[in-house]
């Protein structure tokens, strides 16, 4: 059982370039989170999807679109990369609202010079 | 909104001395309060959560946790520290039962003294 698969897991960019993340999980949960990690800073969330078909912006959304492309997937662009940007990304999936539990992919490490 | 406030960036312990993270929280209904672990180059990983059962949650690993709501707090204990317990540990907040999103302190990074 894969849970949460992010791809790549490294990344370097120059200033101005665009990139996608992606992201799929095998658990059928509705919700997944796209969150960004920076030193002292904790989880930050950029974008969600409660469900297929929707979704909404979190804390840091400004420089990232996102796409749920079906129940599985669900991915984070950048269309203009900035150093501010360099951080470790984060997916997770959710299968209940409130209780429940968020499952997280291993990271994607996105560095923009 | 909800929000969880960590105290303390960093903590150092003794291996067998007793682990403590503090989490305090605001949340404009009953909360759900979750714990994670993150060791070095991984993903967060869930110690225990609480979902307005027991007060006193226990996790994985020894850890354990009790729901205050007078103190708004959701601490973290460990009785005796293990070197395998050295990682940062992050509380989260869920605000009530049709909340999709959940919100993170800042994180705890413990280390483990031989």
């Known amino acids: 059982n894969a849970g949460v698969t992010q791809t790549p897991k490294f990344q370097v960019l120059k200033t101005g370039q665009s990139m996608t993340l992606q992201c799929a999980q095998d658990?059928?949960?509705?919700?997944m989170y796209w969150y960004r990690q920076d030193p002292g800073m904790g989880l930050r969330l950029i974008y969600y999807?409660?469900?297929?078909?929707?979704?909404d912006k979190g804390e840091v959304p400004n420089g990232y679109n996102v796409s749920r492309l079906n129940k599985r997937e669900f991915s984070l662009r950048l269309e203009s990369a900035a150093p501010s940007q360099t951080s470790v990304y984060f997916c997770?999936?959710?299968?209940?609202?409130?209780?429940?539990?968020?499952?997280f992919g291993e990271g994607s490490r996105l560095t923009v010079l | 909104a909800q929000s969880v406030t960590q105290l303390g960036s960093h903590v150092s312990v003794s291996e067998g001395a007793l682990v403590l993270l503090r989490c305090n929280y605001s949340?404009?209904?009953?909360?759900?309060l979750f714990w994670y672990v993150q060791y070095p180059n991984q993903g967060l990983q869930l110690l225990l959560k609480?979902?307005?059962?027991?007060?006193l949650v226990k996790g994985i690993n020894g850890f354990e946790a009790e729901f205050k709501k007078s103190e708004t707090s959701f601490h973290l204990t460990k009785p005796s520290a293990h070197m395998s317990d050295a990682a940062e540990y992050f509380c989260?907040?869920?605000?009530?039962?049709?909340?999709?999103?959940?919100?993170f302190g800042a994180g705890t990074t413990v280390t483990v003294r031989a």
């Open positions: 997770a999936s959710r299968g209940l609202a409130g209780t429940g539990e968020l499952f």
């Open positions: 658990m059928n949960h509705n919700s």
């Open positions: 999807s409660a469900s297929e078909g929707t979704t």
């Open positions: 949340s404009s209904v009953p909360p759900y």
């Open positions: 609480y979902t307005s059962a027991a007060t």
């Open positions: 989260a907040v869920s605000d009530g039962a049709n909340d999709y999103k959940l919100s």
